[in-house]
């Protein structure tokens, strides 16, 4: 889920200049490890079997169209249910379009790009260093 703050809270750590491995290694933590962790429990706990049939229950509770759409809302579970369950067989996916190719190709195009930008930006940090230790020794001699 795109979270603008986490945006912020990384331009501003590039403003600061807080090191690479310093705000990666705050962000793996707190992505992979804790948000990771709580949003699997949240996704488990509210779409159990258990927990949205008593969702579908309490749709039809609802006073005077409650009982009309409860029955649509449970086809539709079930049919995603059905859906989601089916194997299919070993060979090529069904339903793949053009649109899913296009943007799995895109966003493998942009991870490649980041990594070389990150390959490049560290390249270029090397280089600074060795320079700036190149002219401090001939300033020393």
Same mark, same amino acid.
């Given at each position: 889920?795109?979270?603008?703050?986490?945006?912020?809270? @990384?331009?501003?750590?590039?403003?600061?200049?807080?090191?690479?491995?310093?705000?990666?290694?705050?962000?793996?933590? @707190?992505?992979?490890?804790?948000?990771?962790?709580?949003?699997?429990?949240?996704?488990?706990?509210?779409?159990?079997?258990?927990?949205?049939?008593?969702?579908?229950?309490?749709?039809?509770?609802?006073? @005077?169209?409650?009982?009309?759409?409860?029955?649509?809302?449970?086809?539709?579970?079930?049919?995603?249910?059905?859906?989601?369950?089916?194997?299919?067989?070993? @060979?090529?996916?069904?339903?793949?379009?053009?649109?899913?190719?296009?943007?799995?190709?895109?966003?493998?195009?942009?991870?490649?790009?980041?990594?070389?930008?990150?390959?490049?930006?560290?390249?270029?940090?090397?280089?600074?260093?060795?320079?700036?230790?190149?002219?401090?020794?001939?300033?020393?001699?």
């Amino acid at each position: 889920i795109p979270n603008p703050l986490f945006d912020l809270a @990384g331009i501003t750590c590039g403003h600061f200049l807080v090191p690479f491995w310093t705000f990666f290694g705050a962000t793996l933590i @707190g992505k992979a490890i804790i948000k990771m962790h709580i949003q699997k429990i949240f996704v488990i706990i509210t779409f159990s079997k258990h927990i949205v049939e008593q969702m579908v229950a309490f749709i039809g509770a609802v006073p @005077g169209i409650g009982p009309s759409l409860q029955k649509p809302f449970q086809e539709y579970l079930e049919a995603q249910r059905q859906k989601l369950h089916h194997r299919s067989e070993v @060979g090529s996916p069904q339903g793949e379009n053009w649109l899913s190719w296009m943007f799995e190709k895109l966003v493998v195009v942009m991870v490649c790009y980041f990594i070389l930008s990150i390959i490049n930006s560290m390249a270029q940090s090397y280089a600074k260093r060795v320079q700036q230790r190149l002219n401090s020794e001939e300033k020393t001699k």
